[in-house]
């Protein structure tokens, strides 16, 4: 600096240089921060606010839904009352006419006659509302008809199981072994509670479905397409020693490579070599069914996988102990052999009898 004819100099270190323009920054930055933050809050009220509107939109509809509901009443109850035709019409297109008679020993409620005096009570105290009692009144008699409908398909199911020796009750026990999920309550009031009438029909459903199941997963296919049997379930002159010993299947003889097909739906949960059946392939059906094939010349189907009655999962053979091509077939029920013939038999028979 210049002064009185003198010259003086004036020194700032570097470190001061920086401790300056650090406490510049600093300052800037908090005056951007604030106009940032300044920003923001009016956006957020600005959001805020146009919330609210839309709640407030949202609730003046609503209670225009609610009016236009008591003002016209007689077009909602009919909106209703299609519905209710529609949905009974589907069931009716999908699972046939569901029963309206009450069979002897049959347990399902009838509220006809109650749903009458209700739909005239209410006709009486307001008869404004006297369609969405007679709505209400169908609805009541279409879950009682369904039940009726669920229980005799598991009336029937069940006899199907008795013809072929299996226990109905063991059936279902194994089909609920392992559930789970998250819990999903149903209501058909406005407290929370379930219709005893809804209730019972869950459980007939159900039931219905747990005994379904099952006896589609019995054998019911033949395993292999030919002509005879050449040796049966039983006692038998062992092909190798000549001696009397247990044959726990049906031999079906064909020509090498003839396909082999699973006898009924399930996973299946061995492919590999047995001791004595050689090549083997073995179908776990569910409730303690399993059917075996031996002697096969090649696998076309792999642990895990999923089949269906007749799905092709190998070829015929002469693997293992064995005298010629062909198939060996087993069931077994709980790890037991138990003849295939009855079920190779009648299961069709039975399950069209059940449908």
């Known amino acids: ?34 106009l940032g933050a300044m920003a923001v809050s009016r956006l957020s009220a600005g959001h805020e606010y146009a919330a609210l509107l839309n709640r407030e939109a949202a609730v003046a509809k609503s209670e225009s839904r609610v009016q236009a509901y008591r003002d016209h009443i007689n077009e909602t109850t009919a909106d209703l009352d299609r519905r209710q035709h529609f949905i009974e019409q589907m069931v009716q297109a999908h699972i046939g006419d569901l029963p309206h008679d009450k069979q002897a020993g049959e347990t399902v409620s009838d509220s006809n006659g109650e749903a009458a005096a209700t739909v005239k009570k209410v006709s009486a105290a307001l008869p404004e509302a006297r369609g969405l009692a007679r709505i209400e009144a169908e609805q009541l008699a279409f879950v009682e008809r369904l039940t009726r409908f669920a229980d005799r398909k598991s009336a029937a199911a069940s006899e199907a199981m008795r013809k072929l020796g299996l226990n109905p009750s063991t059936m279902i026990s194994r089909s609920r072994a392992a559930e ?47 002509a ?97 091509s062909h198939l060996h077939f087993e069931v077994r029920v709980n790890g037991q052999p138990v003849n295939p013939r009855p079920f190779l038999e009648a299961a069709r028979n039975v399950q069209q009898e059940t449908r």
Not at 11 to 34: D, E, H, K, N, P
Not at 297 to 319: L, Y
Request: net charge positive; aromatic share 8%; charged share 15%.
């Open 1 to 34: 600096m210049r002064s009185q004819g003198r010259v003086r100099f004036i020194r700032i270190s570097a470190r001061a240089q920086m401790a300056l323009a650090g406490a510049a920054m600093v300052l800037l930055a908090a005056w951007l921060g604030t």
């Open 180 to 226: 789970g999920g998250p819990l999903m309550k149903l209501a058909t009031s406005a407290d929370g509670s379930l219709d005893p009438r809804f209730r019972r029909m869950g459980a007939s459903l159900a039931r219905m479905d747990a005994l379904e199941n099952g006896l589609a997963s019995i054998p019911q296919v033949s395993p292999a397409h030919v």
């Open 228 to 324: 005879y049997v050449s040796s049966s379930y039983g006692y038998r002159s062992d092909p190798f020693t000549g001696a009397a010993a247990f044959h726990a299947g049906l031999d079906f003889p064909g020509p090498m490579g003839s396909p082999i097909y699973a006898a009924a739906k399930g996973m299946v949960s061995f492919v590999g070599q047995r001791q004595g059946y050689g090549n083997c392939i073995e179908i776990d059906h569910g409730n303690g069914l399993m059917t075996r094939y031996g002697h096969l010349s090649g696998f076309r189907a792999h642990v895990g996988e999923k089949v269906g009655p007749g799905t092709v999962i190998g070829a015929m053979g002469s693997t293992g102990r064995s005298t010629g």
